[in-house]
């Protein structure tokens, strides 16, 4: 960021802001983070219900209504007050939840715009596409500690991962589904590089980031207005980070190969 050039971290001025960003920082702002997944599955719910009733329905300003604001300004308090937590010391139990969680979001979505059966089914491809992500971003990395999954570790989660992508990617084309069928298709490379290729930090930074990138911007082609929403949240994100913690968060940039410690399973 450019700010990165005006405020050095151990520039007097850069303190002086740092301290005012404590209250933030025990409020725990970052979790704001978490907003990009609930809003994201929530559009997809009526974006499908959209194109259901108009195969042509694309970057349309009037899709943002009351009934949607509310909606969106709901699941954002619920899901910072209630953070989603492991309620089953069980993993099934957990991603059971979450696809359930997942589910009700999608279903919400949709039913602000129309109901229809063929859009429920459409829910659970979606649904199954964001437990995999969720799934992806359970594999824990630490970039300043350059630690990150073995092949081992991480090969069972790329492997389901690619094999959720292909049913999305099949769902889309076989029922005419432009947005499924992209997001699948543009995300597949990143889960199939960190797969095939010799095991590398940066492909696991690659697949939390634009797992969440890829849909957030192509669900927004239906919602201009969501695009505007999520730049903004991302901006915000990366001050807040950047003056609490030194560090520039959420960032599309990975470490440089050069310093990757080889990690094969």
């Not at 960003?21 to 559009?43: C, E, M, P, Y």
């Not at 009351?66 to 709901?74: G, N």
Request: glycine share 6%.
């Amino acid at each position: 960021m450019l700010i990165e050039k005006y405020f050095p971290i151990d520039s007097s001025r850069y303190k002086l802001i740092s301290r005012k960003f404590d209250i933030l920082k025990k409020i725990r702002f970052g979790a704001l983070s978490r907003l990009f997944g609930v809003w994201t599955i929530f559009l997809s719910g009526s974006s499908v219900a959209y194109r259901l009733n108009d195969r042509w329905h694309y970057w349309e300003w009037s899709t943002i209504d009351i009934a949607t604001v509310i909606s969106l300004a709901l699941i954002s308090v619920l899901e910072l007050k209630f953070k989603l937590k492991n309620i089953n010391s069980r993993p099934l139990g957990n991603y059971l939840f979450i696809f359930i969680k997942g589910f009700s979001l999608f279903f919400l979505g949709m039913l602000l715009v129309d109901f229809s059966i063929n859009g429920l089914i459409y829910g659970f491809i979606y649904t199954f596409f964001y437990v995999m992500l969720h799934l992806v971003w359970s594999l824990h990395i630490d970039a300043e500690k350059d630690n990150f999954p073995s092949k081992a570790e991480s090969i069972t989660t790329l492997t389901f991962s690619l094999a959720i992508l292909a049913i999305s990617l099949f769902v889309g084309f076989r029922y005419d589904d432009p947005i499924l069928s992209t997001i699948s298709g543009v995300y597949s490379p990143f889960v199939l590089v960190a797969l095939v290729f010799p095991n590398a930090i940066r492909h696991y930074q690659r697949l939390r980031v634009y797992g969440v990138f890829i849909p957030v911007f192509f669900i927004g082609v239906h919602f201009p207005w969501f695009i505007i929403l999520s730049l903004s949240l991302f901006w915000i994100l990366r001050y807040y980070h950047f003056f609490a913690h030194g560090m520039v968060q959420p960032t599309f940039k990975v470490i440089d190969p050069s310093i990757q410690k080889e990690k094969n399973g």
